[in-house]
């Protein structure tokens, strides 16, 4: 829920409430005042009747009251004078002043005056009073009520007004690019956003200086050491050609699949550092999926043949909008961990397939697989699933699914990996947006 609906629900329920409160102490206030203002009125009518001239008769003079809104008897000497014609003939018990009672089958309030030889006995019932408080609540607080949905609308416009500065920022930093470090420079005079906007433009100010520095240091080092790795490997192979000792030449041998393993990483680092979202999307183009998967495979052949693997690859032709570079680099990294972790004799096979969401890649292979905690720490640069002691005895820089998961980035696609039915792993690459041959 937004700041805008809650702030726009919290003030609404606080006057909602705030209302009941007031129409609660209202009512009693009104019923107080009521009862007061009726009261002396019950007295007047019985001083009235008290002072009237009637004289004792045989028959009582009967009035019919229908709307029995004031009842009374008037007696003297214990005879009755007259009375409403609801009221038993006999005399009602009552104390002189105020109480309430039960009479003529409905609750009254009641008042007994007396002087000299006669006495006066008015009442009045009790829902004459509640019906008289309730008219007077109501209308002066039926107004207010039908103000609440005004007040609603009145209230939503100012918040949101209030929040303009919070909404303008959102959108600013939604439609900025990754790379875009660029402090927020517009004035604010709300006290609140300022501190937010120093704040932000202190973040973007190092963030920058961490994303440059983690950015370009790798790609920088592993360049430079590139020209010095390859003096190394010319050196150790011109030694090798020129040493008869066999030990010698195990040694040299040794010392060049440590050159070709520190390379190797050197390439890594620098595919790594080419793989930026913002760098590649600019020059897309349309690619054929199966066509670069038939020729990773074509340049890894080698390697399946060498552990005398079986591969096959299945599926229709998709046409993806992308970058061959990093199309190739994704498919070659997946295919090279399937050859890598696979045992010899082992078994390899690529779909391509349409689904609901768009597009799959997938590779299925019969290694050893992996746990859930090693599926949730793959993608962490340099963590090799078992390190050097993986059963495979396979090297590697701990670099290739991190690329990987770079350039899923690059297309917006998703990566899902799982158990396959040959018993090794299942690594699932799902795009969208992308078209059948």
């Given at each position: 829920?937004?700041?805008?609906?809650?702030?726009?629900?919290?003030?609404?329920?606080?006057?909602?409430?705030?209302?009941?409160?007031?129409?609660?102490?209202?009512?009693?206030?009104?019923?107080?005042?009521?009862?007061?203002?009726?009261?002396?009125?019950?007295?007047?009518?019985?001083?009235?009747?008290?002072?009237?001239?009637?004289?004792?008769?045989?028959?009582?003079?009967?009035?019919?009251?229908?709307?029995?809104?004031?009842?009374?008897?008037?007696?003297?000497?214990?005879?009755?004078?007259?009375?409403?014609?609801?009221?038993?003939?006999?005399?009602?018990?009552?104390?002189?002043?105020?109480?309430?009672?039960?009479?003529?089958?409905?609750?009254?309030?009641?008042?007994?005056?007396?002087?000299?030889?006669?006495?006066?006995?008015?009442?009045?019932?009790?829902?004459?009073?509640?019906?008289?408080?309730?008219?007077?609540?109501?209308?002066?607080?039926?107004?207010?009520?039908?103000?609440?949905?005004?007040?609603?609308?009145?209230?939503?416009?100012?918040?949101?007004?209030?929040?303009?500065?919070?909404?303008?920022?959102?959108?600013?930093?939604?439609?900025?690019?990754?790379?875009?470090?660029?402090?927020?420079?517009?004035?604010?005079?709300?006290?609140?956003?300022?501190?937010?906007?120093?704040?932000?433009?202190?973040?973007?100010?190092?963030?920058?200086?961490?994303?440059?520095?983690?950015?370009?240091?790798?790609?920088?080092?592993?360049?430079?050491?590139?020209?010095?790795?390859?003096?190394?490997?010319?050196?150790?192979?011109?030694?090798?050609?020129?040493q008869s000792n066999l030990q010698d030449h195990q040694e040299l041998?040794?010392?060049?699949?440590?050159i070709n393993r520190l390379s190797n990483i050197v390439e890594q680092m620098?595919?790594?550092?080419?793989?930026?979202?913002?760098?590649?999307?600019?020059?897309?183009?349309?690619?054929?999926?199966?066509?670069?998967?038939?020729?990773?495979?074509?340049?890894?052949?080698?390697?399946?043949?060498?552990?005398?693997?079986?591969?096959?690859?299945?599926?229709?032709?998709?046409?993806?909008?992308?970058?061959?570079?990093?199309?190739?680099?994704?498919?070659?990294?997946?295919?090279?961990?399937?050859?890598?972790?696979?045992?010899?004799?082992?078994?390899?096979?690529?779909?391509?397939?349409?689904?609901?969401?768009?597009?799959?890649?997938?590779?299925?292979?019969?290694?050893?697989?992996?746990?859930?905690?090693?599926?949730?720490?793959?993608?962490?640069?340099?963590?090799?699933?078992?390190?050097?002691?993986?059963?495979?005895?396979?090297?590697?820089?701990?670099?290739?699914?991190?690329?990987?998961?770079?350039?899923?980035?690059?297309?917006?696609?998703?990566?899902?990996?799982?158990?396959?039915?040959?018993?090794?792993?299942?690594?699932?690459?799902?795009?969208?947006?992308?078209?059948?041959?």
């Amino acid at each position: 829920m937004s700041i805008r609906k809650r702030l726009t629900l919290i003030l609404l329920s606080m006057m909602v409430l705030t209302c009941f409160l007031a129409l609660v102490k209202g009512y009693q206030k009104s019923m107080h005042h009521g009862e007061s203002l009726l009261d002396d009125e019950l007295k007047i009518v019985a001083g009235v009747l008290i002072e009237q001239p009637l004289a004792l008769s045989t028959d009582a003079v009967q009035v019919s009251n229908n709307s029995a809104q004031l009842l009374y008897q008037i007696w003297q000497n214990n005879n009755l004078l007259s009375g409403s014609s609801s009221l038993s003939n006999n005399q009602i018990s009552f104390s002189e002043g105020f109480q309430t009672a039960n009479v003529a089958g409905q609750r009254m309030r009641v008042f007994v005056m007396s002087k000299n030889t006669r006495k006066v006995i008015v009442a009045e019932p009790m829902a004459k009073r509640f019906e008289l408080a309730e008219a007077v609540i109501l209308s002066a607080m039926l107004p207010m009520l039908w103000a609440v949905p005004l007040l609603a609308i009145f209230i939503s416009f100012f918040v949101k007004y209030a929040l303009a500065p919070l909404t303008r920022l959102s959108k600013q930093l939604a439609s900025r690019q990754a790379n875009d470090f660029t402090p927020i420079n517009w004035q604010v005079t709300d006290e609140e956003i300022k501190p937010v906007i120093n704040r932000l433009n202190d973040l973007f100010k190092r963030v920058e200086t961490a994303y440059l520095r983690e950015r370009f240091f790798a790609s920088d080092a592993a360049h430079e050491l590139r020209t010095p790795l390859s003096s190394l490997k010319i050196n150790v192979h011109n030694l090798a050609n020129k040493q008869s000792n066999l030990q010698d030449h195990q040694e040299l041998q040794a010392m060049s699949q440590g050159i070709n393993r520190l390379s190797n990483i050197v390439e890594q680092m620098l595919i790594l550092g080419r793989t930026q979202p913002e760098q590649w999307q600019r020059q897309f183009s349309e690619q054929s999926l199966l066509t670069i998967t038939q020729q990773v495979v074509s340049e890894q052949y080698d390697k399946i043949d060498e552990k005398n693997q079986t591969i096959s690859l299945e599926g229709d032709d998709f046409i993806i909008n992308g970058d061959e570079f990093t199309l190739t680099t994704l498919i070659a990294n997946l295919l090279s961990n399937a050859i890598k972790y696979t045992p010899n004799n082992g078994q390899i096979i690529i779909k391509l397939a349409s689904s609901n969401n768009g597009f799959s890649w997938q590779i299925d292979d019969s290694g050893a697989g992996m746990t859930e905690e090693q599926k949730e720490r793959i993608f962490n640069r340099f963590y090799r699933v078992g390190g050097d002691q993986h059963p495979s005895g396979e090297q590697g820089a701990g670099l290739g699914m991190a690329i990987v998961q770079h350039i899923i980035a690059i297309y917006g696609a998703t990566i899902h990996l799982a158990n396959s039915h040959l018993g090794g792993l299942t690594v699932k690459v799902t795009f969208t947006g992308v078209k059948s041959d």
